[in-house]
Structures are given as C-alpha cells and as structure tokens.
C-alpha cells in the first residue's frame, strides 16, 4: 500500500511538473497572481464559505455584494489558468466549503493549450476538491461565450469552438459523476449565433455590470 501510495505521489509530482512546463513559468509567478495567491492564503477561514474560483472573469465581481452575502468569497486571479487553480486548490479547499463556483479555461485556449488538455484539467479540479472536501457541493459552470466583433484579445475570442466542445464534455462529465453542471454560455450568447451578447460585455471577453447580474440571476437559486 505504502508503495502504491509513493507511486501515485512520483507520478503526480511528474505531471504536474509537464504541465507548468507546457503553460509557462508567468502561470504562476506573475506578480499580480503571487499577490492574490499569498494574499488568498493569509485570509482567515469561516465556516460554510461559498467561493468563487476562476480568473478575471471571477475577479471582476464584488461578488459579496452582489447577493448580500457574507459567506461568499472570491477566489478569482486575473490570466489564471486550470494549472494555475490545480496549484493553489489547496487554499480553496483548507476551510471544507460549504460551495464551490467553478469557471476556468478560456485563458488555457488562448495559450493553446488543447481543448482536451483544458477539459482534462478542469474536470481535475472538481475532483480535487471532492477528495480534499468531500461534503463540498462543486457547481462546475461552463465556459462563457466570447465575441471578436470587439477586435479584442483576439487570442481568446477565436476559440468558440473550443468551448462549445469543452462545454459539452463537462456536461456529460458532471452528469457521470455527481457534480452540478451550470450553464452560463446559452443565457450569454446572442440569438443568432454562438458570440457573446454585446449587452453584456465591452471587449468581448469580459462582462459588464450588466452581466455581472446576469449571471447572478442564474446562481442565484443554487446559493
């Protein structure tokens, strides 16, 4: 059992190791991501926290605020990545939460990380938390939508079909595995295509206030 145990230990350490390869060293040394991951880990626990875990889409929200709602703490860091939230999950996870809001990804695609290798990880983290926190809910909710109509972060609005992909498969992921699947892109998309609604946004990739409440009003009932 012991050697069993060593085993998966080397061959985590391994990949882990590959993949901060893969991503790039700024992953996780930017200064701005050291400032909120240290930050993030001095902060006191409480009991029953909801948290939201993501990148700048996350960040951007005073999310608190919006629901009236002491309990919920923001996890986002602005440029993170799946393997930038497996590195950090630690912290998530130490105070056993009651919730966690889960959005990640479309930074990996814009470094063109492969839709498969996001998928992958992503599905990774859900089940990270599960085995470090077992009684917390993780509500893994899609990649929202993007829209290049904006001639901005060209990198990340061209990859639609991407996410639809991904999308897809963290669906049937969830519905496999007993997570709560969330989506967020078919509420964001316009009626006649597959781009975010520019009601909702003012570069293409990141939300308005006014998406901002949309997005609650989808949560809203999971809180």
């Known amino acids: 059992m012991r050697i069993i145990k060593l085993i998966t230990l080397v ?7 590959f993949a901060m390869t ?12 050291e400032q909120r991951r240290t930050l993030f880990e001095q902060l006191p626990n409480t009991k029953k926290e909801i948290i939201f875990l993501g990148n700048s889409i996350t960040d951007g929200s005073e999310w608190s605020e919006l629901f009236q709602n002491k309990r919920i703490k923001n996890r986002g860091i602005s440029g993170d990545v799946t393997e930038g939230v497996l590195y950090r999950l630690n912290e998530v996870t130490e105070s056993k939460p009651a919730k966690v809001f889960l959005l990640i ?25 599960r085995e470090q926190s077992p009684k917390t809910r993780v509500f893994v909710q899609s990649i929202l939508p993007v829209n290049p109509a904006f001639d901005k972060f060209t990198g990340h609005c061209s990859k639609t079909e991407e996410v639809k992909w991904i999308n897809n498969k963290l669906e049937e992921f969830c519905a496999q595995h007993g997570f709560q699947y969330v989506d967020l ?39």
């Open 105 to 129: 990804g479309i930074n990996d695609l814009a470094r063109n990380i492969s839709k498969e290798t996001v998928f992958e990880n992503i599905s990774g983290i859900a089940t990270s938390i």
């Open 22 to 33: 893969a991503y790039g060293q700024e992953a996780f040394q930017s200064t701005y991501y």
């Open 185 to 223: 892109f078919t509420h964001f998309t316009n009626e006649s295509d597959d781009f975010m609604n520019p009601e909702f946004t003012n570069d293409g990739l990141h939300l308005t206030g006014k998406g901002y409440l949309k997005w609650a009003e989808i949560i809203k009932p999971l809180l």
């Open 11 to 17: 061959l985590f350490a391994a990949s882990h190791f």
